[in-house]
């Protein structure tokens, strides 16, 4: 059984910076791509970033590019989300999933375990 729980979100004022955490256990965390995903209130869950087995390619939604970078730590069984220059529409529950798929996709369909998800509001 994979757990994985998220930390890290919070509120912060448009323009500020958040580092969101997701700590999965069991042994295999290399063997898989991650990703995270955003769902914020009446929307449907979304893409946000994704990165493979080894952290060399990355992968991000429009929204996000240039402002957010996705990296793990292997070691450490723990991916990343760092989050800069935020805006209000960035308000959402962040989820981190383990993908399925190798390269890791958009599609949350192809992600099999979930965290929780961690608020991250953003303030304008």
């Known amino acids: 059984q994979v757990q994985l729980v998220e930390s890290g979100g919070g509120l912060v004022q448009a323009g500020g910076s958040l580092r969101l955490s997701c700590a999965a256990s069991g042994r295999s965390f290399s063997w898989f791509g991650m990703g995270w995903f955003r769902q914020a209130p009446g929307r449907e869950r979304e893409f946000v970033a994704s990165i493979s087995r080894s952290g060399g390619s990355t992968g991000y939604a429009d929204s996000v590019k240039g402002r957010f970078t996705i990296s793990r730590d292997n070691a450490k069984n723990t991916v990343y989300l760092q989050m800069n220059s935020l805006k209000p529409e960035d308000t959402a529950v962040y989820y981190c999933?383990?993908?399925?798929?190798?390269?890791?996709?958009?599609?949350?369909?192809?992600?099999?375990?979930w965290g929780q998800g961690t608020q991250v509001t953003v303030s304008s």
């Open positions: 999933a383990r993908s399925t798929a190798m390269p890791p996709t958009t599609a949350s369909t192809e992600y099999d375990y």
